[in-house]
């Protein structure tokens, strides 16, 4: 599946696993697709449904797209930002980000925002108490090269293009307000921040949120879906089983590297939590059975390609033969 990469970056980015979660919903019937923590917007743009009611609290998430679906900003508008603010970037060596910052959180142009997205530390999004942004630079003074002003103004492109195609609404709106907006023929994708993982003025979460939310998904009467952790080296996401016990659950293996060495490569096991059985999924119950008697906690089917397949088969076929030989030197064998 190609995935279309949206043009603002976060750390709870969901790109690594939109092509499972698509494949998990492409057969399912609803009229409109909501989600109370919109974030990037990865899913539903990737996921495509012809409506979509996308919320989240972040108010320069809403401001952007609702940006680009009033044609406020345009690919051409942004390639010649990106631009221009660039060139200031390079020259001031780098010093100008903060400038840019600091107009961003006096202001909150859209425009100075995805600048940030774009040219901070490690595509961070993160807010202190007072609101105002305050990710550093990511110390690339040459950072809006050519290069990547055409791949943000192409990714700025593709999703005018699907929020044009569509009927899509973006609204700011805490998730209980969002939850009170959903009606029983909505298909709901949620993807809350998890709960003590991260804290900062727009993204924080509680369990007693949690339980908010489970409670008002279930009264909505709507098919939905969460994406969460199951477990990781160290812990297991217990409020799988306490909160979410009703849920059907259906996992993927995913690996992180830490500080990006390939020795220190670390699974974690990610979960859709769903009010309706997905392609793979299994019941809560059986997850935590798996768990007591130390069995797979994996409910995708593993792809066997080819060559793992003609390998099975060739051992399959000696086995038969050692076999065959062993039986044929047998005192009794009649072979
Ligand atoms: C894990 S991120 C979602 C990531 C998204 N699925 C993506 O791939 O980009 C969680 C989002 O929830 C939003 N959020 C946090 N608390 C919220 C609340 N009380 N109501 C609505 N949105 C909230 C945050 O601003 C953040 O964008």
Known sequence: MKVFVPPIKSQGIKTKL?????????????DRWVEPFMGTGVVAFNVRPKKALLCDSNPHLIRFYNAVKNK???SGIVRKFLTDEGIKLLKSEGTYYYDVRKRFNEEGNPLDFLFLSRSCFNGMMRFNKKGGYNVPFC??????????VT???????????????GDYTFKLQDFKDTLNDIKHTDLVYSDPPYIGRHVDYFDSWTEEEELILKEGLINSESKFIL?????????????????????????????????GKESNRNAVYEALLSSIKLKDSISNTEMKSRIKLNLSQL??????????????????NTNDLVLHEKLSNHPNSSI
């Open 151 to 165: 791949k943000i103004t192409n990714q700025v492109e593709n999703i005018s293009q699907i929020i044009e195609n």
């Open 299 to 316: 409910t995708e089917k593993k792809k066997i390609n080819k060559k793992t397949k003609q390998f099975s088969l060739f051992i399959e």
């Open 227 to 259: 994406s969460t952790w199951l477990s990781n080296k160290y812990r297991t996401n217990d409020y799988i089983f306490s909160v979410w016990k009703d849920c059907f659950i259906t996992t993927k293996e995913h690996f992180y590297y830490v500080g």
């Open 139 to 148: 110390k690339k003074p040459n950072r809006f090269a050519q290069s990547l």
């Open 72 to 74: 406020e900003i345009t």
């Open 18 to 30: 939109v092509g499972w979660i698509s494949s998990n919903v492409e057969e399912l019937q609803y």
